[in-house]
């Protein structure tokens, strides 16, 4: 028999992280009085030559996957971390170390922080609209209704599309007399037409209408994944006990989505932090007077575009580390609850 | 590549100690660059930016051509659109391994090409024949007097007006001087009639009126200095900013023009190809972006007219000052001497006729091709070229691409009203340095 | 668990008012999106001078020429056999890698299994422009260049943060006693994974697949730095064959772009099935 086989006859579950507590099948031992000593299989026996095997086993399965992105994914970031130390424009030889200047700059420079507050105002919009319209669709889908199936395919088919290919039509749409502007006068309200991709005050919003419009297919969908779940005996019982449906829907549905909802809106933020083609190619690389920049478009505007690699860099870095502190923040204290995914075991 | 040529040394000395009287004429002196004699398979990597015809199958027939004549001679074409091209020739650049003819534009980004050591100084290989070529565009493309790259094509900017929506206005001549120019627009916007299509979403439209103003002001001196010291607080471009600002406040442009591009629906060009403005300030590639982007592909038709920027009353600059640029090749450090060979029978007066004869947005800069241009608004560009006291490269060409930027932007900041000439001129002298 | 049964509708009683204004809605989003993509399609069957002249009105006359040209040609066949091979290549890459990565972090405990989860992670938060010159220099020492490999293995290790992201919770779930029962039956981790796990996993493996497929099919920069041979080109490099130095083509722009769209969208309808079934299943469970 396999050693692991040894493990079922009562050998401790070992942990190998001292720190943490013993787990079963990757999950923190339950409250709810299992046996530490009931062992999972493949948590590792007392043997030595089992815990070699065993770890082999394990760096046999995550090799493929930690060679490919150390590789190609990691190697590269750090060492474009690195450039950004440097003044460099691309050719000549790196050499003109200037330490933290070029983070200085960014921060000095109105344009970059601009973007920043252009990206926190699509994070703050999508929480606040984009994700509440979604959740709105996804209960509607839930309802018996003829379509649905159709429907369901509809509503994700922005998501299918390239960025491109989405900002391409959408400037067309959006253009002076265009469609839009066209179909508002069709219907009596051409007092409302803006000037939806040239005015520096706007344009952000209209931004954020595309991105929606690309996105919230994706949500929905996670969201009416979320709703399935949910056992309809449960609503059936608040019904029952005198809960209107706003009652119910608040009171039951809402914390059992949580984790959903959770989850949709970790992928939101940090999607929106990286937002970049659709607004490179919407707004024609960022916008009137770079009013539509995100901090990806000005990193690749004001620096690779003009040769400031070093600087380009360091801006990379600093909206890495933004989200990188956001995504430690939101993990440790918001998704807590929800074991998977956890980046910290904090609590767990 | 390096490869290839190792092995041909090789073989070159092998073929000297076989070789027993035979006809050997070809030139095997110590070549060592590239060391290979005439005999040699040697290939060309070149990398151009005409992706459309008519500009894709004459360059491929030029290269078809040359290979004839020289059969050991093979030239591996990629074609790149000019912006995925910039996107695409950055890394190979940096690893230090550029291809051996590439499209350049001279100027700044020539400038720091070859402070990396990237491109070739083929001063003396192209002695023989440089001056069959128009000497504003080869000086494009020489840094310290020493010559890097070769032009093949150079256009300059000046208006492209509506004959019929000028008449419809009542303005008879077009403008000579900059405060006619301003009584036009003002004549035409009372006529009901958009002045001028510009699409600042790109950024460089605009510099465009800039750049002149700054030329017309104050002469070439001004921008000759301002690219060595950064003085670009000078009068010449504050008083440039300034008179751009009168033009802005009378509202001379189409609907959306702060984020029209200049080509593509809804663009700059497509405003005038439509008859939907009276008159743009543009390069001389513009009539045919203008009938791409027209109804039934011809423009304005015979309503196209073109006329020089006007003079600025009390500036220092002529009227013949030339803002312009065009385009070239650039050597690459490992490139052979054939390559060099090639630059010169694709820019020979046969080839650049045919150029010519095509009418298109490429005007040759070979001595005697003026004539093979028989469009007459084109012509009307040639002369003025001719005449020229001196062409000033674009600005986000002529210096670093950082600067050029930096200009860009300032620039849109004055057309948007964020910012007064005076503040532009400050802003990017400060960012040069100045 | 898995449960993808459709759910009925909470009450048996509804207003027909109500209906109708649900009815009302659904038609109202179905058109905001449907109608930018019959515009690209349509578009495809103007020249580019009719959408500048009237940006809005339907073709007229009818301009086929763009479609049948990018159809006919030899080059858009070329680059759309380019595309499908680097998105399968990328395919076959992500799902067996990711997914052994992801059962691992699921089903160990280790010393920094945390740690190494929060690594992969990381590469969520880094755009890849930022690396595309580092990675240059990597592709072109193992000369990957102008090879799909180039293109397909970077995307496949920038996919690795969301497939991981999305198999983990699911591999958590299979339960306990599966394990322990294929372990009396002789069976080890990698049997396990490969003979129970994987065939359990396939509407979340479904889903991984067609995400990474979706990013492939659409991706840009990536394509264009590293393929410089034309007859390697991939779909989205293929649209800057119809921009110029000095001019853009948008009429033939959106034929292209419509055009390129047909294979994802057609891939999509067959695993949109899979799609939704596979996140239902586990992805999101708390």
New interface residues.
């Given amino acids: 028999m396999p050693p692991a086989a040894d493990v079922g006859r009562g050998a401790a579950a070992v942990s190998l992280d001292e720190r943490e507590p013993p787990l079963r099948n990757g999950l923190p031992a339950s409250p709810k009085g299992v046996d530490a000593h009931a062992s999972a299989p493949f948590a590792g026996s007392g043997r030595v030559g089992a815990v070699w095997r065993r770890r082999l086993t394990i760096l046999a399965f995550l090799s493929p996957a930690l060679v490919l992105y150390l590789a190609l994914v990691l190697a590269p970031i750090a060492q474009g971390a690195f450039y950004s130390g440097f003044d460099w424009?691309?050719?000549?030889p790196l050499e003109k170390f200037v330490g933290l200047q070029n983070y200085r700059d960014a921060l000095a420079d109105p344009v970059f922080l601009a973007s920043l507050r252009h990206v926190f105002l699509i994070v703050v919009l999508s929480l606040a609209l984009q994700l509440p319209f979604a959740l709105g669709l996804a209960v509607l889908l839930n309802q018996r209704l003829h379509g649905r199936a159709v429907l369901r395919l509809l509503f994700f088919l922005p998501f299918v599309l390239s960025d491109v290919i989405a900002a391409i039509v959408w400037r067309?749409l959006l253009?002076?007399?265009?469609l839009l502007d066209g179909s508002l006068e069709a219907v009596g309200l051409g007092g409302l037409i803006q000037?939806w991709?040239?005015?520096?005050d706007i344009?952000m919003y209209t931004v954020f209408f595309v991105v929606t419009w690309k996105y919230f297919g994706f949500h929905m969908i996670l969201y009416l994944a979320g709703l399935q779940q949910i056992p309809p005996e449960l609503e059936e019982a608040a019904a029952i006990d005198g809960a209107s449906r706003a009652q119910s829907f608040r009171y039951v549905t809402l914390p059992l989505l949580a984790p959903t909802i959770r989850m949709s809106a970790f992928l939101s933020i940090i999607g929106s932090l990286q937002l970049f083609d659709l607004v490179w190619v919407m707004?024609?690389k960022g916008?009137?007077?770079?009013s539509a920049h995100t901090t990806v478009t000005y990193m690749l505007?004001?620096g690779?575009?003009?040769?400031?690699f070093g600087y380009g860099s360091a801006v990379a870095v600093i909206a890495f580390v933004i989200s990188f502190v956001f995504a430690i923040g939101y993990q440790r204290f918001v998704l807590r609850r929800d074991v998977a995914g956890a980046l910290t075991t904090a609590g767990a | 590549m390096h490869f290839r040529k190792g092995w041909a040394a090789a073989m070159s000395l092998m073929l000297l100690a076989v070789a027993c009287g035979g006809d050997d004429d070809s030139d095997t002196s110590a070549d060592t660059e590239s060391g290979s004699g005439s005999d040699e398979p040697v290939t060309i990597e070149w990398w151009h930016?005409?992706?459309?015809d008519p500009?894709l199958s004459m360059w491929e027939d030029v290269a078809h051509e040359f290979e004839a004549d020289h059969p050991n001679v093979s030239i591996d074409i990629?074609?790149?659109?000019?912006?995925?091209f910039?996107?695409?020739i950055?890394?190979r650049?940096?690893?230090g391994d550029p291809p051996d003819l590439f499209q350049s534009w001279g100027g700044g980004g020539l400038v720091?090409?070859v402070?990396?050591d990237?491109v070739q100084d083929i001063s003396d290989d192209v002695a023989p024949w440089i001056d069959n070529l128009n000497p504003a565009a080869v000086e494009l493309y020489q840094v310290d007097g020493v010559q890097y790259g070769i032009p093949f094509d150079l256009g300059m900017v000046g208006f492209w007006y509506n004959r019929d929506l000028f008449e419809q206005a009542g303005i008879d001549e077009p403008p000579t001087t900059w405060d006619e120019l301003l009584d036009d627009v003002q004549t035409l916007k009372d006529a009901g009639i958009t002045p001028i299509a510009l699409g600042?979403?790109?950024q460089w439209p605009g510099m465009f009126w800039w750049a002149y103003l700054a030329l017309r002001s104050g002469g070439p001196e001004p921008l000759q200095d301002a690219g060595e010291d950064g003085s670009f607080d000078s009068d010449a471009f504050v008083q440039a900013g300034e008179r751009l600002q009168e033009l802005v406040e009378l509202e001379p442009f189409q609907?959306?023009?702060?984020?029209?591009?200049w080509?593509?629906?809804?663009?700059q060009?497509?405003s005038m190809?439509?008859g939907g403005a009276a008159m743009m300030l543009m390069g001389q590639?513009a009539p045919?972006?203008m009938n791409?982007?027209?109804?039934?592909?011809n423009g304005i038709g015979e309503a196209l007219g073109w006329f020089p920027f006007p003079e600025v009353e009390g500036g220092d600059g002529e009227a013949t000052d030339v803002f312009g640029g065009g385009?070239g090749f650039a050597v690459g450090k490992d490139a052979p001497p054939e390559a060099i060979e090639f630059l010169e029978y694709a820019t020979s007066l046969d080839v650049a006729n045919r150029w010519g004869e095509l009418n298109s947005?490429i005007l040759p800069v070979t001595a005697g091709s003026d004539e093979s241009i028989t469009d007459p608004t084109l012509q009307g560009v040639l002369e003025a070229r001719a005449d020229a006291s001196y062409v000033q490269l674009y600005l986000d060409q002529a210096y670093?691409?950082?600067l050029?930027?930096v200009i860009n932007?300032a620039v849109?900041?004055l057309y948007?009203g964020?910012a007064s000439g005076e503040e532009v001129a400050q802003t990017i002298a400060d960012a040069a340095g100045g | 668990m898995a449960a993808t049964v459709v759910r009925s509708s909470r009450r048996s009683m509804r207003q027909p008012l109500t209906r109708s204004a649900l009815y009302a809605i659904a038609i109202g989003v179905v058109l905001v999106i449907i109608v930018p993509v019959i515009y690209a399609v349509l578009g495809g069957f103007r020249?580019?001078?009719?959408?500048?002249?009237?940006?809005v009105g339907l073709p007229h006359p009818w301009v086929f020429d763009n479609y049948i040209e990018i159809i006919k040609s030899a080059t858009f066949r070329e680059q759309l056999l380019n595309s499908l091979v680097v998105a399968a290549i990328t395919m076959a890459v992500v799902v067996p890698c990711g997914s052994l990565a992801a059962f691992a972090l699921a089903r160990f405990s280790f010393a920094g299994r945390e740690a190494v989860y929060a690594l992969f992670t990381l590469g969520l938060l880094f755009p890849l422009t930022v690396a595309?010159?580092p990675l240059?220099?990597t592709l072109?020492s193992l000369d990957l260049l102008n090879n799909p490999f180039g293109v397909a293995l970077p995307q496949a290790a920038f996919a690795m943060p969301t497939t991981i992201i999305v198999l983990r919770p699911f591999f958590h779930s299979i339960p306990t006693e599966l394990e322990e029962a294929a372990i009396m039956d002789g069976c080890g981790p990698f049997r396990f994974f490969y003979k129970i796990a994987l065939p359990m996993s396939r509407p979340i493996l479904a889903t991984v697949s067609v995400l990474a497929i979706v990013v492939s099919w659409n991706a840009f920069?990536l394509p264009?730095?590293v393929l410089?041979?034309?007859h390697q080109w991939t779909l989205p490099?293929g649209v800057?064959?119809f921009?110029?130095?000095?001019?853009?083509?948008?009429a033939r722009i959106l034929a292209f772009t419509s055009l390129s769209m047909v294979p994802a969208l057609v891939f999509y309808v067959f695993a949109e099935r899979q799609i939704v079934s596979g996140l239902a299943s586990g992805a999101l469970k708390g």
């Fill in positions: 424009n691309g050719l000549e067309l253009m002076p007399a265009g000037q991709l040239s005015d520096p344009i707004t024609n916008g009137p007077v770079g505007d004001h690779f575009e003009r040769g400031q | 930016i005409q992706n459309n500009g990629t074609v790149y659109e000019n912006e995925a910039k996107t695409a950055a890394p650049l940096q690893a720091e090409q402070d990396a990237l600042e979403g790109d609907d959306g023009w702060q984020a029209a591009v080509d593509g629906a809804g663009g060009a497509a190809g439509t590639w045919g972006t791409a982007n027209s109804p039934d592909g385009n947005g670093d691409p950082e050029g930027a932007e849109e900041q948007a964020q | 020249t580019t001078g009719q959408i500048s002249a009237d940006p595309i010159l240059f220099i072109r920069l264009l730095v410089n041979d034309p490099l800057t064959n921009s110029t130095q000095y001019s853009s083509d948008t």
